[in-house]
């Protein structure tokens, strides 16, 4: 089966069912195809070939939900770019996947102005500007049934890599099937009156949850850019029953006064992943919503590997602390802890998780060579610290790699250390992961400066605004002009610097 064939199949059953809700429009299951067709043909008009990669660079907006069905439509392989990113970050994923359009809302377009200049695969910039709905309208509204196979590429999702740059994880039609199905498994069933609310993007992890709904007939709602009011409105007002969000964004709806006087009737399932999550906002979050809170673990290269349904996160389970726990393994996923040899341990013991799930990773796209310190003998190594106890629940400690999951975005130490590195008062710089309340994790920079150095940590937080983007800004910026701690081959000890700040906060744990 491939992901086209099964949406004119729910098409065909729904055509006048409500598909897609934004702030301003409802568009039924026809409406939105149409859209969607449009879009595929004028991709097609570009030069798009079955296969051929196109990037989207969006907020979570209709455009958003255009270019989900215009490249499954066109036999395109979606690249999701990230809206908080800059120049330097969408230049590489596009090169790297040698994406030949992107699709951008406006606001972003200066962002990568000229890139179709600098990078040899790139055609075309498609700018969802004042003119894009007379550009939409005026391609053919005829279905090109493009014939895809179940093991054509669906989708790149982009993963890190041990330089710091972006891996690209990609999907087959299958897998992307697959995938979003094994998300459902311990949700609560869809409806055809349920309603599924995307506070996070469906460019990235909320994706997940787009297809299924289709599928099912049952309503995506996006809620555009986050405003925690808005989304509470919303979320009654379209009698949400499922809703995706990352932990800061859960925290901002909790603390909000409208979560403590909604009606939340409707509300079935807030599922939270992405990031690490504190005690305080799970908790808070339960008192706002009630016992709806639902939290999933993975990573993109591995994911669903655990999802935890209130029952069990908030059990009182002996010889376990579910509170703290990522979940317990799907039935369809393996999740052993093994030592530094790759040998599996005992229940209990800490080590390095290793997964196995359908639809995981097949390879990294075009990166041969960063595969196989990542795909052992059929087994996705995470990098990421834990352990297993005997009720089966999974704790995630830390992360064998130093990434920093900020808000459920990725991001890599070394990217930041580079840019910071350029500044001709800083001798060398250390990026780690501090505690943040708001987004979970955040980066904090310490540079040994020289003697006499004017740098502020005003300068180095623009530096790094500047260059990569503003959710990669460090929180936190020290200066020493001692040099940084490092192991007997010369490697920095980032974690030598890290664990101090982390004493008597909860473990660092992220998801999907």
Excluded at 358 to 371: I, M, P, S, V, Y
Excluded at 373 to 401: H, K, Q
Aim: proline content about 6%.
């Amino acid at each position: 089966m491939d992901v086209p064939s099964l949406m004119r199949q729910a098409l065909s059953f729904n055509e006048d069912r409500p598909a897609v809700v934004t702030e301003h429009r409802t568009l039924t299951f026809s409406q939105m195809w149409e859209r969607g067709v449009r879009l595929a043909n004028g991709l097609i008009g570009l030069g798009v070939r079955p296969g051929d990669r196109v990037a989207g660079l969006e907020e979570n907006n209709l455009g958003a939900a255009d270019l989900f069905l215009g490249c499954a439509i066109a036999g395109a392989v979606r690249v999701p770019l990230y809206a908080r990113n800059r120049r330097l970050s969408h230049g590489q994923m596009i090169e790297q996947t040698q994406a030949r359009v992107v699709v951008t809302d406006h606001t972003f377009v200066d962002d990568l102005r000229d890139l179709d200049r600098e990078i040899a695969t790139l055609d075309h910039i498609v700018d969802r500007g004042d003119d894009y709905e007379q550009w939409l309208g005026a391609q053919s509204a005829e279905d090109p049934m493009v014939e895809v196979g179940p093991d054509d590429w669906y989708i790149i999702r982009h993963s890190a890599g041990t330089t710091g740059r972006p891996k690209g994880v990609g999907y087959t039609q299958h897998d992307w099937l697959v995938n979003c199905r094994n998300w459902y498994y311990r949700l609560p069933n869809l409806e055809v009156d349920s309603v599924v609310g995307h506070a996070g993007p469906i460019s990235h992890a909320s994706g997940y949850l787009f297809l299924p709904a289709w599928l099912h007939g049952s309503t995506n709602l996006l809620f555009g850019a986050f405003d925690a009011a808005k989304v509470l409105d919303m979320m009654q007002r379209h009698r949400v029953t499922h809703v995706f969000a990352p932990p800061s964004m859960l925290a901002a709806l909790a603390a909000h006064p409208g979560s403590g006087t909604g009606n939340w009737s409707a509300l079935q399932c807030l599922l939270i992943g992405g990031a690490p999550s504190t005690d305080a906002t799970i908790l808070a979050g339960r008192r706002a919503f009630g016992d709806v809170l639902y939290q999933v673990f993975g990573q993109t290269e591995a994911v669903p590997l655990t999802i935890m349904t209130p029952a069990e996160w908030f059990a009182e389970v002996p010889g376990s602390t579910p509170l703290r726990a990522a979940g317990r393994p799907l039935p369809f996923a393996q999740v052993e802890i093994r030592d530094e040899q790759g040998v599996a341990v005992p229940l209990g013991d800490i080590g390095e998780i290793y997964a196995k799930v359908e639809a995981q990773l097949r390879g990294f796209w075009n990166d041969d060579g960063a595969t196989p310190d990542r795909l052992v003998d059929g087994w996705v190594r995470t990098r990421d610290i834990g352990r297993i106890d005997a009720n089966g629940y999974l704790y995630v400690l830390d992360r064998a790699d130093d990434m920093i999951v900020s808000g459920g975005f990725n991001i890599w130490p070394a990217e930041l250390e580079t840019v910071i590195a350029d500044h001709p008062d800083v001798v060398e710089v250390a990026v780690f992961a501090i505690p943040d309340a708001r987004w979970g994790e955040a980066p904090m920079a310490v540079c040994c400066v020289r003697d006499g150095a004017q740098v502020t940590g005003e300068d180095i937080v623009r530096l790094v605004v500047d260059t990569l983007g503003s959710y990669k800004k460090p929180a936190r910026v020290d200066f020493t002009t001692e040099p940084l701690p490092k192991s007997p081959v010369g490697k920095l000890m980032r974690k030598a610097l890290r664990d101090p700040h982390w004493a008597g906060h909860d473990s660092r744990v992220g998801g999907g």
